[in-house]
Structures are given as C-alpha cells and as structure tokens.
C-alpha cells in the first residue's frame, strides 16, 4: 500500500473515532467549540506523531530483548511524558487554549486513541516512514471528526427545534451515530 492511500485510509475509512471508537472522551468533552476542538486535534497531532517516532525504536529495541510485555506500560509513559511538554508549553504560551482544554489536556495521556496507535503501528509491522504516516494519518482523521463535530455542535447550540428530551448529550451522540455511518461511506466493500 502506497503511502497516500495508507494517509487517506488511516484519515477516512479507518478513522480513529468514527470507526474503531478511540478516543471518544475528548471527541465529545472538547468538541463544543471549533477553536477549542481545533486545539485539542493540534496537541493529539503532535502527541500521536511523536509517540510513534519515539515508541518505535523502543518496540525494536523490546521485542530484541524478548520483553516485549512491557510494551504497554513504556509506550504509555513516553505518551505521559509527551503530554506534560504539551501541557507545559501550552501554559506558557497559549494559556487561553490550555484554559479551555481544561482537564482533556492531561486526559491525552490516557486518551485510548493515542496508545492504540502506537500499538497499532508496531502490531501491523510498519517500517518507520509508514509508521509516521499512519500515525500523521489518524491524527488527520481525529482533527477533521471533532472540528466537524464541534461545528455542528455550535450550529444546535442556537436551535430551538430540538425536542427537549433529546437536548444536550443524546443529541450529540445521535449526531456521533450519524458521523460515523458518513465516514462508514469512505469504507471499502468487498464485492
């Protein structure tokens, strides 16, 4: 598979939170504004990206060293290490975003999308350039879901159509539900 066609379905057909259901926190804690959710995509971006550049050479130097039962507990502290220069930068510089964020900033440590890709890259033996584009890839597809969905979450925030039983979270997961038949579109059929 080339590597624009693994960007493409690793962003689309594959989507992290429309297809498999990672990383579903964020998606639907910091998705209420466009800005906030474009925040959150950049910082899971630069985490999922440098996670995978990091943890691949660890998942070498592991399964070398017969241990590679400890995959899961490394892989998540270089992610909690990651995260804190994110939360540390993000306080310095842009401390409105990192107001914003609130605790979904440090929940990126324990957000399932960004383990799962780590694992997943080293689960499905990519060398190390389509390691970086898988990952660049679900990062994509995490930035394009939750700016879409925070789009459409600004948009019903000032409709007053919506039944009073369905207001709030049952309309955002019904909306989710939609969301992922939509990109259950981009899917290749076998046929």
């Known amino acids: 598979m080339g590597l624009i066609a693994l960007l493409m379905i690793s962003a689309f057909a594959d989507n992290v939170i429309l297809s498999q259901f990672l990383g579903l926190c964020p998606f639907l804690g ?26 691949y050479p660890i998942e070498k130097v592991l399964t070398y060293l017969n ?29 409105g975003l990192y107001k914003a964020l609130g605790v979904y900033l440090p929940l990126i440590t324990t957000n399932c999308a960004v383990l799962g890709t780590a694992i997943k890259t080293a689960d499905a033996g990519y060398g190390f350039i389509k ?5 660049a890839g679900v990062s ?7 700016v879409i969905m925070a789009g459409i979450r600004e948009k019903m925030e000032y409709n007053t159509d919506i ?19 939509a990109f259950f579109g981009f899917a290749q059929t076998g046929g």
């Open 30 to 55: 910091v998705s209420k504004k466009i800005s906030t959710a474009a925040g959150m995509g950049i910082a899971v971006l630069f985490v999922v990206v440098v996670s995978v550049i990091i943890t």
């Open 67 to 95: 241990i590679e039962f400890l995959r899961t507990m490394v892989f998540i502290l270089v992610i909690a290490g990651l995260v804190q220069i994110i939360e540390m930068f993000l306080k310095k510089k842009s401390d």
């Open 131 to 135: 390691s970086i584009v898988y990952a």
């Open 140 to 146: 994509l597809g995490f930035i394009i879901a939750i």
């Open 163 to 181: 039944p009073k039983a369905f207001a709030g979270t049952p309309i955002t997961l019904i909306t989710a539900g939609l969301m992922a038949i």
